[in-house]
């Protein structure tokens, strides 16, 4: 492998090229047309809002920052969720015999079955006539359909969390699992014979080995949570909404006066993805570097 | 017993699901609060056999256009796979970080805006738009899984079979292409699985012209039956379980018939 650092040189651009064309006249062009459309320009039908008129509108809907709000809600806790499970799960199926570690390859169902089949299947368990209330009005817990809490309308998003919770856990573990794969057990084993807790082994020996695992997790769940459209069409309360049902409601439902309204709301989304992800890979460096001195 | 816990756990997290969507597939009239269905019919496969024309077309076009997007997005990242791998030169990173882009923001940012351009392109509503979109959304899970692979692999392989006189496409189709089996393998399988599972972006830009079996599931996992609903949502883990097993055999039987392991 050359390790000569070289210039750009036209070598590189020409076999980046079967990517970077796609990359800018499919997906670049795509994010143009959004940002374009926000601002008024390049629309099927004309809109009295021009320039950043959709912005200011935006701004003054107190709604909309509800949205936002509510959105960032569902995604972190949702990931912290994913993360946390995921992490305890996969440290624990590392650690069973073969045998037993062979038959784990379960946890990969969430991963397989698509979206709208996992918020089919939170729907089908947390409503109020579900499994879960059969299950409780069997042991004796609840009388009736109506003492079972109200899980999934209850406008606090819960059956969003528990949808994105189940699939992301299952994607954390593939993450982690493809780390701990080239992790030696006997570490554990001599960290246990120097007298080390199962607390502390976790913390101090596994963790920091999954680290990278979890902060690539986090970026990727956090964001499809925080911007992906399945899930809520599916489980979503009417107020107040995820950003991207806002989104929809605004391009399809009403008037299609109100496009540059909706371009503009995912101008926005695209742009708190962007400053996330560098932030995130920021703070995670500056985190990494300043464990290097210690 | 302690490790018999912990998997009974994970089990019951993950398995439940399964059981219980199978259940509802023999059981149309389970209702609260019976924790066991008091009743069993067939419905739910008689009505997959009537209606076998209109599902089975929308599994075979899902499997078609899943497919298509796994060969689309090697196309577009295997030789980039490559240089990004092999080569260092000045703004790698940035070209990397930018590459990766598109599978992290939120995909309705750039979707709308591209479907505009494919209605103006005439593309929009087809075969071809769907594998387009799905391919530029899915491909940096493609092209992550082909640069480890190349990683791993170095560029050796290659130069001694140039070395020994093969030409370009011979030691693409001969040498690298089998020595990346298994990292194309990976890479093919996750965008297989988003291609196949993918709702929003199928409905946007095949418009309901493009038949899918996610679009054919949607209305019926909101509807009372929830018998047929759990009976078509066991057929996602079926399709794409059966594909993977067929690959594996195909690969070990290559593989087999080279005498390699």
């Known amino acids: 492998m050359s390790c000569r650092s070289e210039q750009f040189t036209g070598g590189v651009v020409l076999k980046l090229l079967p990517l970077l064309l796609p990359y800018l006249l499919l997906f670049m062009a795509g994010i143009f047309l959004c940002l374009a459309q926000s601002m008024g320009k390049f629309l099927p039908v004309p809109s009295s809002l021009q320039n950043f008129e959709a912005y200011v509108r935006i701004f003054e809907d107190s709604s909309f920052y509800a949205c936002f709000a509510f959105s960032l809600y569902v995604a972190f806790l949702s990931t912290i969720i994913s993360v946390i499970s995921g992490a305890f799960l996969a440290y624990g199926l590392w650690k069973l015999p073969a045998w037993l570690r062979q038959a784990g390859i379960i946890y990969k169902i969430p991963l397989i079955l698509p979206h709208i089949a996992v918020g089919f299947v939170v729907l089908v368990f947390w409503s109020k006539t579900g499994i879960l209330a059969s299950v409780a009005h069997t042991l004796g817990v609840i009388d009736s359909a109506d003492s079972f809490p109200n899980i999934l309308y209850a406008g606090n998003g819960l059956g969003m969390i528990l949808a994105y919770a189940l699939k992301g856990t299952s994607f954390v573990m593939l993450m982690l699992l493809a780390l701990l794969s080239g992790f030696d057990q006997r570490q554990v084993q001599s960290a246990r014979m120097l007298g080390a807790s199962r607390f502390r082994i976790f913390f101090r020996v596994v963790l920091p080995r999954l680290m990278p695992g979890i902060h690539t997790s986090f970026i990727i769940l956090f964001l499809y949570s925080f911007g992906a459209f399945d899930i809520p069409y599916l489980l979503s309360e009417s107020q107040p909404g995820m950003l991207s049902i806002r989104v929809y409601n605004l391009f399809f439902k009403r008037d299609l006066v109100n496009r540059p309204e909706a371009m503009a709301i995912l101008v926005l989304m695209f742009l708190f993805a962007a400053v996330f992800i560098f932030l995130y890979s920021r703070a995670v460096s500056g985190l990494s570097s300043s464990e290097r001195k210690i | ?261």
């Open chain 2, 1 to 261: 017993m302690k490790n018999l816990i912990f998997f009974s756990l994970c089990a019951l997290l993950f398995i439940s699901p399964l059981l219980v969507l199978t259940v509802y597939s023999f059981a149309p009239g389970w209702k609260f609060p019976q924790l066991i269905p008091e009743h069993l019919s067939a419905r739910a496969f008689v009505f997959i056999y009537q209606q076998w024309t209109a599902i089975g077309k929308s599994i075979f076009i899902s499997v078609l256009y899943s497919l298509a997007s796994v060969l689309l997005t090697l196309i577009m990242c295997y030789f980039p796979a490559a240089v990004l791998a092999q080569k260092e030169f000045k703004g790698k990173k940035l070209v990397e970080g930018f590459l990766i882009t598109p599978a992290l923001v939120p995909p309705m940012s750039f979707a709308l805006g591209l479907h505009y351009m494919l209605i103006k392109l005439g593309l929009a509503d087809t075969f071809t738009g769907v594998v387009l979109i799905l391919s530029i959304f899915s491909y940096p899970y493609m092209l992550r899984a082909l640069m480890a692979g190349f990683q791993v692999l170095g560029n050796r392989y290659s130069l001694c079979a140039q070395n020994l006189g093969a030409g370009f496409w011979r030691t693409l189709f001969r040498v690298e292409l089998p020595l990346l089996l298994p990292a194309l393998v990976a890479g093919g399988s996750v965008v297989f699985l988003v291609a196949f599972s993918e709702y929003f972006l199928v409905f946007l830009i095949g418009g309901g012209a493009v038949p899918s079996f996610t679009g054919y599931l949607f209305p019926l996992l909101t509807s009372s039956d929830r018998s047929l609903a759990s009976l078509l949502s066991l057929g996602f883990l079926l399709v794409p379980l059966l594909l993977f097993l067929f690959l594996e055999m195909t690969i070990t039987r290559i593989y087999r018939k080279k005498g390699m392991n």
